[in-house]
C-alpha cells in the first residue's frame, strides 16, 4: 500500500478531544451537509434519515447505505475528507501484519470497525471502517502503547478483511485441504464426509478472489481450477478416488445423484468467512466423469458505482445522462462473463430519483441487492420466465424496468412494448459490438422502424485485467507495438507479480467499451435497414470510439498490457 506517511496526523489525545467515543448529534449533521452540498443526497432525505436515525440508534452513513439514498463509496470519501485521512480502495489492500492481529481479536475489530495493518516506526497503521476514530486510537494505544495513521476503507469491505485476515491467521487452509485429502483418499468405506473439505476449499477461493470453482475429471484424477479475474487459474489436482465430491455437491445442491448422463443445474445456500453465500451448481457429463462448476455469488455484495467500475469520468457524465431518459431501451451488450449485468446495476444506481422511481428487476440468478428496487428471479419450473414477468410487470406501474436478458421472441416484443409505453427498459443481449444489435433483434421478429423508435443507446463492453498497483513496472516495447499503439509518449507497465496478485501480475478487471447513442440520423437509418456498415459511418463521424480505441487507451495509460487486449478484444499488433 503507498501511503503519504509525511502528512500530519493528529495523535491520540487530540484526537479524543476533538471526537469522544459514542454518537455524536453534531457529526451526523456535518456529515448530512456535505452530502447535501454535493447533490448527492436531497433536504427532505436528510430529514427523513435523521427521524429514521433516532428511531433505529444507527450511525448515519449505515442508515444512508441501507436505504440506498447514498452509495457507501461516497459516504466513505467524506468520512475520510472529514477526518483528513487517505481513502484506500479496498483493490488496493495489503495482507495485515499477522503478529499484530494477536493484539486484538476478530469480533473486537468487528465491532470497532477497525483492523490493525502494520508497524511503521512508532505508529500502527490502521483500516478504519464505520468505527469510532477517537475510541480505536484509545484501544489500540492502551493494548499497545503505540499511536495510530489512520487510513480510511470502506465499511463493508474492511468487515470483509477482519474476517478474512483472523480466519487465515488460525487456519492453516492449505494444510487442512491436505489433511482432507488423505482422510478421505484413505476412507474406502466412504464413512467420511467430503463437507470438511468442500468447505475449506471454498474458503481459499474466496479468499484468492475466484468467482467459480471448476471441477475437471481425467483419466487418472480430478482437478481443480479457480477463476481468478476472468482466467482459470490450476490449483490443485485431487486422487480420483476423490469424484465422490460430486456427490456430494449434487446432494447438497437437491440433484439426482442417480443421473449421471444429463447435464444438470441446482443450488444451495452456505457461509464464506461467516458471509451467506449462494452457490450456483452446473454439471455436465463429459468423457472421464461429471464435470462441475460452481458459481460463487455473495448474497450481501456491494454494488460499486460506474467510476468504480473503471468507466472514464467523462462516459460517466455521458452515460449518467443516458440512463436519465424517462423511457426507451437501452442495451449492454457483449459476450458471456464481460460484466454487462454488473454494469446495468451501477447505471440504475445512478438513477437520481431511484428511492422516487418504481423499479423492478427480474433476472437470472439475482446477483446484487438494490435497496429500494423490487427484485425477482426467474423460476422456469414455476414457468416464470424474462418474457412472463414483463406482462406482470406492466401491472405494477413501474417506472424503470430491467430485464437480465433479451434471450426470445417474447421477451424482445414485451421489451419494446415497455419502452413504447412510457417506461425506461434496460437490459442485455449476447452480441460482439453495438453495430451488431439490429442484426440480432430482427430475427427476433422486431422490425427495424420499431427498434429505431425505441434504442436509446447501446453500450459493448469486455473486461480486461488491471495491472497490479503494487508490482506494476515499465514495460519496453518494440517499434511495432508503439506504432500500433499511437505512437507519442506511452507508459506501458507490466505487473512482474507478487503476494497481493497471486503472481498473477493481475489484480481486477477494468471495462473497456463502445458507446453508441442513437440520434435522428442513427434512427433513421436503423429504420431504413441501412446495414451495420452504413451505421458505423455515420457513427464515426459523430466522433465514435471504438472499443479498441479505448483498449489502446488503458495500455497507453499503463492500466493493462498489450497481453491482455489481444486476448479479450482479440486485437493486437498482427491484427
Given at each position: 500500500?503507498s501511503?503519504d506517511?509525511?502528512?500530519?496526523?493528529?495523535d491520540?489525545?487530540?484526537?479524543e478531544?476533538?471526537?469522544k467515543?459514542?454518537p455524536?448529534?453534531?457529526?451526523p449533521a456535518?456529515?448530512g451537509?456535505?452530502?447535501?452540498?454535493r447533490g448527492?443526497l436531497?433536504p427532505?432525505?436528510?430529514?427523513?434519515?435523521?427521524?429514521?436515525q433516532?428511531?433505529?440508534?444507527?450511525?448515519?452513513?449505515q442508515?444512508l447505505?441501507r436505504?440506498?439514498l447514498v452509495?457507501e463509496?461516497?459516504?466513505?470519501c467524506?468520512?475520510a475528507?472529514k477526518?483528513?485521512i487517505?481513502f484506500?480502495p479496498?483493490?488496493?489492500?495489503l495482507p495485515?501484519?499477522?503478529n499484530?492481529l494477536?493484539?486484538f481479536n476478530r469480533?473486537f475489530?468487528?465491532?470497532?470497525?477497525?483492523?490493525?495493518?502494520?508497524?511503521i516506526a512508532?505508529?500502527?497503521?490502521?483500516?478504519?471502517?464505520d468505527?469510532?476514530?477517537?475510541k480505536?486510537?484509545h484501544?489500540?494505544?492502551?493494548?499497545?502503547?503505540?499511536?495510530c495513521r489512520f487510513v480510511q476503507g470502506e465499511f463493508?469491505?474492511?468487515?470483509?478483511?477482519?474476517?478474512d485476515a483472523?480466519y487465515?491467521?488460525q487456519h492453516?487452509?492449505?494444510?487442512?485441504?491436505?489433511?482432507?485429502i488423505?482422510?478421505?483418499?484413505d476412507?474406502?468405506d466412504?464413512?467420511?464426509?467430503?463437507?470438511?473439505f468442500l468447505d475449506?476449499l471454498l474458503h481459499?477461493?474466496?479468499h484468492?478472489?475466484?468467482t467459480?470453482?471448476?471441477f475437471?475429471p481425467?483419466?487418472?484424477?480430478?482437478h481443480v481450477?479457480?477463476r481468478?479475474?476472468?482466467?482459470?487459474?490450476p490449483i490443485m489436482?485431487l486422487p480420483h478416488?476423490?469424484m465422490r465430491?460430486?456427490t456430494?455437491?449434487?446432494?447438497a445442491a437437491e440433484m439426482?445423484i442417480?443421473?449421471?448422463?444429463?447435464?444438470?443445474d441446482g443450488?444451495?445456500h452456505t457461509?464464506i468467512l461467516?458471509q451467506?453465500?449462494?452457490?450456483?451448481?452446473?454439471?455436465?457429463?463429459?468423457?472421464?466423469g461429471?464435470?462441475?462448476?460452481?458459481?460463487l455469488?455473495?448474497?450481501?455484495?456491494e454494488?460499486?458505482g460506474l467510476e468504480?467500475?473503471g468507466?472514464?469520468p467523462?462516459?460517466?457524465?455521458?452515460?449518467?445522462?443516458?440512463?436519465?431518459?424517462?423511457?426507451?431501451m437501452i442495451l449492454?451488450?457483449?459476450?458471456t462473463?464481460?460484466?454487462?449485468?454488473?454494469?446495468?446495476?451501477?447505471?440504475?444506481q445512478?438513477i437520481?430519483?431511484?428511492?422516487?422511481?418504481?423499479v423492478l428487476?427480474v433476472?437470472?440468478?439475482?446477483?446484487?441487492?438494490?435497496?429500494?428496487a423490487?427484485?425477482t428471479?426467474?423460476?422456469?419450473?414455476?414457468?416464470?420466465?424474462?418474457g412472463n414477468a414483463?406482462?406482470?410487470?406492466?401491472?405494477?406501474?413501474?417506472?424503470v424496468?430491467?430485464?437480465?436478458?433479451i434471450?426470445?421472441r417474447?421477451?424482445?416484443?414485451?421489451?419494446?412494448?415497455?419502452?413504447?409505453?412510457?417506461?425506461?427498459?434496460l437490459?442485455s443481449?449476447?452480441v460482439?459490438?453495438v453495430f451488431?444489435?439490429v442484426p440480432?433483434?430482427?430475427?427476433?421478429?422486431?422490425d427495424p422502424r420499431v427498434?429505431?423508435?425505441n434504442l436509446?443507446a447501446v453500450?459493448?463492453?469486455?473486461?480486461i485485467?488491471?495491472?497490479c498497483p503494487?508490482?506494476?513496472?515499465?514495460t519496453?516495447?518494440?517499434?511495432a507495438?508503439?506504432?500500433?499503439?499511437?505512437?507519442g509518449?506511452i507508459q506501458?507497465r507490466?505487473g512482474v507479480?507478487?503476494?497481493?496478485c497471486?503472481?498473477?501480475?493481475y489484480?481486477?478487471?477494468?471495462p473497456v467499451?463502445e458507446?453508441?447513442?442513437?440520434d435522428?440520423?442513427l434512427?433513421?437509418?436503423?429504420?431504413?435497414?441501412?446495414g451495420?456498415e452504413?451505421?458505423?459511418q455515420?457513427?464515426?463521424?459523430?466522433?465514435?470510439?471504438?472499443?479498441v480505441?479505448?483498449?489502446?487507451?488503458r495500455?497507453?495509460?499503463?492500466q493493462?498490457?498489450?497481453?491482455?487486449v489481444?486476448?479479450?478484444?482479440?486485437?493486437?499488433v498482427d491484427?
Amino acid at each position: 500500500m503507498s501511503l503519504d506517511l509525511e502528512n500530519p496526523v493528529r495523535d491520540a489525545p487530540d484526537m479524543e478531544a476533538e471526537a469522544k467515543p459514542g454518537p455524536s448529534p453534531k457529526v451526523p449533521a456535518r456529515l448530512g451537509e456535505r452530502l447535501l452540498e454535493r447533490g448527492l443526497l436531497t433536504p427532505w432525505q436528510f430529514q427523513y434519515i435523521l427521524q429514521k436515525q433516532g428511531v433505529e440508534n444507527l450511525r448515519l452513513g449505515q442508515l444512508l447505505v441501507r436505504h440506498g439514498l447514498v452509495r457507501e463509496y461516497d459516504v466513505v470519501c467524506e468520512l475520510a475528507r472529514k477526518r483528513n485521512i487517505p481513502f484506500v480502495p479496498h483493490e488496493d489492500f495489503l495482507p495485515p501484519d499477522a503478529n499484530l492481529l494477536a493484539f486484538f481479536n476478530r469480533e473486537f475489530c468487528l465491532a470497532n470497525g477497525f483492523l490493525p495493518l502494520r508497524r511503521i516506526a512508532d505508529h500502527l497503521e490502521i483500516l478504519l471502517g464505520d468505527g469510532d476514530e477517537a475510541k480505536a486510537a484509545h484501544v489500540v494505544r492502551e493494548r499497545t502503547g503505540l499511536a495510530c495513521r489512520f487510513v480510511q476503507g470502506e465499511f463493508s469491505h474492511v468487515a470483509r478483511h477482519i474476517r478474512d485476515a483472523y480466519y487465515f491467521a488460525q487456519h492453516s487452509v492449505d494444510a487442512l485441504l491436505e489433511r482432507e485429502i488423505h482422510r478421505l483418499a484413505d476412507d474406502v468405506d466412504h464413512a467420511c464426509s467430503p463437507g470438511p473439505f468442500l468447505d475449506y476449499l471454498l474458503h481459499k477461493a474466496v479468499h484468492e478472489r475466484a468467482t467459480d470453482v471448476h471441477f475437471v475429471p481425467s483419466p487418472w484424477s480430478l482437478h481443480v481450477f479457480f477463476r481468478i479475474d476472468g482466467v482459470l487459474r490450476p490449483i490443485m489436482a485431487l486422487p480420483h478416488s476423490l469424484m465422490r465430491v460430486t456427490t456430494f455437491i449434487k446432494l447438497a445442491a437437491e440433484m439426482d445423484i442417480s443421473e449421471q448422463r444429463r447435464p444438470q443445474d441446482g443450488s444451495y445456500h452456505t457461509m464464506i468467512l461467516s458471509q451467506p453465500f449462494a452457490v450456483r451448481v452446473s454439471i455436465l457429463f463429459v468423457e472421464f466423469g461429471e464435470r462441475t462448476v460452481l458459481r460463487l455469488l455473495p448474497e450481501q455484495s456491494e454494488l460499486a458505482g460506474l467510476e468504480r467500475l473503471g468507466f472514464l469520468p467523462r462516459d460517466v457524465r455521458r452515460l449518467e445522462r443516458i440512463f436519465s431518459k424517462p423511457s426507451g431501451m437501452i442495451l449492454v451488450v457483449g459476450p458471456t462473463g464481460s460484466g454487462k449485468s454488473t454494469t446495468l446495476y451501477a447505471a440504475l444506481q445512478r438513477i437520481q430519483s431511484l428511492v422516487e422511481s418504481n423499479v423492478l428487476t427480474v433476472e437470472d440468478p439475482i446477483e446484487y441487492r438494490i435497496p429500494g428496487a423490487a427484485q425477482t428471479e426467474v423460476n422456469r419450473r414455476a414457468e416464470y420466465d424474462f418474457g412472463n414477468a414483463l406482462r406482470y410487470f406492466l401491472r405494477h406501474d413501474p417506472d424503470v424496468i430491467l430485464i437480465g436478458e433479451i434471450r426470445d421472441r417474447e421477451t424482445a416484443h414485451a421489451a419494446v412494448e415497455a419502452s413504447a409505453t412510457g417506461h425506461l427498459v434496460l437490459s442485455s443481449l449476447h452480441v460482439a459490438s453495438v453495430f451488431g444489435v439490429v442484426p440480432r433483434l430482427r430475427p427476433l421478429g422486431l422490425d427495424p422502424r420499431v427498434i429505431a423508435d425505441n434504442l436509446i443507446a447501446v453500450v459493448s463492453q469486455r473486461l480486461i485485467r488491471r495491472n497490479c498497483p503494487h508490482c506494476s513496472r515499465e514495460t519496453p516495447l518494440s517499434e511495432a507495438e508503439t506504432a500500433w499503439l499511437g505512437g507519442g509518449a506511452i507508459q506501458a507497465r507490466h505487473g512482474v507479480g507478487c503476494a497481493a496478485c497471486g503472481n498473477s501480475g493481475y489484480i481486477g478487471r477494468l471495462p473497456v467499451y463502445e458507446i453508441l447513442e442513437i440520434d435522428d440520423a442513427l434512427a433513421n437509418c436503423i429504420a431504413d435497414d441501412g446495414g451495420r456498415e452504413t451505421l458505423r459511418q455515420l457513427a464515426e463521424e459523430r466522433n465514435f470510439e471504438s472499443l479498441v480505441a479505448q483498449a489502446k487507451w488503458r495500455v497507453r495509460n499503463g492500466q493493462s498490457t498489450l497481453a491482455e487486449v489481444a486476448r479479450v478484444v482479440g486485437a493486437g499488433v498482427d491484427a
